[in-house]
């Protein structure tokens, strides 16, 4: 027998909408990272196919700032707004 994992309350409906919905914030959340880490680090003439250690270094610092700044923000708004202490 499935188990149900819906909250109480809500339909089939409505959590496959909020699962989209989710996704899709995701996908936005991904692609806004990958773009400012990209401008903020890669030189605009490429000279090298792959990337040198100097824009490695910065991306994986662009990356753990923007996922930590994102997580604190989640945080607040989980917070009713407060700044997490």
């Known amino acids: ?3 149900n994992n819906t909250p109480a309350g809500i339909d089939k409906e ?3 909408g909020m699962a989209e919905t989710e996704m ?4 936005e959340l991904f692609n ?3 773009q400012t880490c990209f401008n903020k680090c890669v030189d605009k003439r490429y000279k090298e196919s792959e990337l040198n250690m100097g824009e490695n270094s910065c991306i994986d610092r ?3 700032k923007y996922w930590q700044v994102n997580g604190m923000i989640g945080q607040m708004l989980s917070a009713g707004g407060r700044p997490p202490i």
């Open 32 to 34: 806004r990272l990958a």
């Open 14 to 16: 409505q959590a496959f």
């Open 24 to 27: 899709e914030y995701r996908v």
């Open 1 to 3: 027998m499935a188990a």
């Open 62 to 64: 662009c990356v753990s």
